[in-house]
Structures are given as structure tokens and as C-alpha cells.
């Protein structure tokens, strides 16, 4: 049992891009299908499906995405936010991850998004990773 899904996801996804590996394979939650979810729309991955399993939780089959020299999209992987320390940052705080080049991902009472749309949208959550 995990506590920490999406800690786990993230782990999974940074050894597997390390590794050179096509895909990886992650337990499916609402939250980590969101974070995929802005992963895919800012380019990070190619893609994912939910596939039924016997616990009928499901899984997640992670596409992953490699440039033509075979460098990995992401590079690097934070998480910030964690089970015993949530960060919590109005939208005037939310971080710049490389300058604007990287992203971090909020959670907030719209969903889950990056923080540029959050600052768009004017709204603050949890920010739940940065990733570069």
C-alpha cells in the first residue's frame, strides 16, 4: 500500500526515463490521472490510457516522450507538497520553475493545472510538483 501516489508516480516516471524505458506502468487515482493530464497537455509525455485490472482500481500505461538524441522530455521531478508537510501558495507566490521554462503543478479547487493557468485564472492550491 502507498501512501503516496502520486510520489510513487512521479518515482516511476523519473527511474523509467533514466532507464530509457518506452513506458511505464502506474496504480490509477484521480489525482495522478490529473497530473498526467497537464503532463500531456505541456508536452512532458505522449500519453496515457486506464486500463481495467482485477482490483478494479485500473492502472495507468505512461507513454513517455524522447527527443531525437534520445534525451528524456523530463529532465527532473520535484515533489513539493508532501503527506506530512502540504504546501499551500496564494497565486501571487506560486513559483517560476526555470525561469518559466519548467512547470509547476497545482492543485486547486478548479482542478488540477499548471501555474501559469493558475495565474490566468487568479486561483491558489497545493502545489503538488515542479518539473522540468
Excluded: W
Excluded at 511505464?24 to 497537464?38: E, T
Amino acid at each position: 500500500m502507498h501512501s503516496d501516489p502520486i510520489a510513487d508516480m512521479l518515482t516511476r516516471i523519473r527511474n523509467a526515463a533514466k532507464a530509457e524505458q518506452a513506458t511505464v506502468v502506474i496504480k490509477a487515482s484521480g489525482i495522478c490521472q490529473g497530473v498526467l493530464r497537464v503532463l500531456l497537455n505541456e508536452g512532458y509525455i505522449s500519453g496515457f490510457d486506464k486500463i481495467d485490472d482485477a482490483t478494479g482500481q485500473g492502472i495507468l500505461k505512461v507513454e513517455l516522450k524522447y527527443a531525437y538524441d534520445g534525451t528524456p522530455a523530463i529532465t527532473e521531478v520535484k515533489r513539493v507538497s508532501k503527506t506530512g508537510r502540504r504546501v499551500y501558495s496564494p497565486v501571487k507566490n506560486l513559483p517560476y520553475v526555470m525561469n518559466g521554462m519548467g512547470i509547476a503543478v497545482v492543485s486547486t479547487n478548479k482542478g488540477v493545472m499548471t501555474d501559469k493557468q493558475c495565474r490566468v485564472e487568479n486561483v491558489s492550491g497545493e502545489i503538488l510538483c515542479m518539473v522540468s
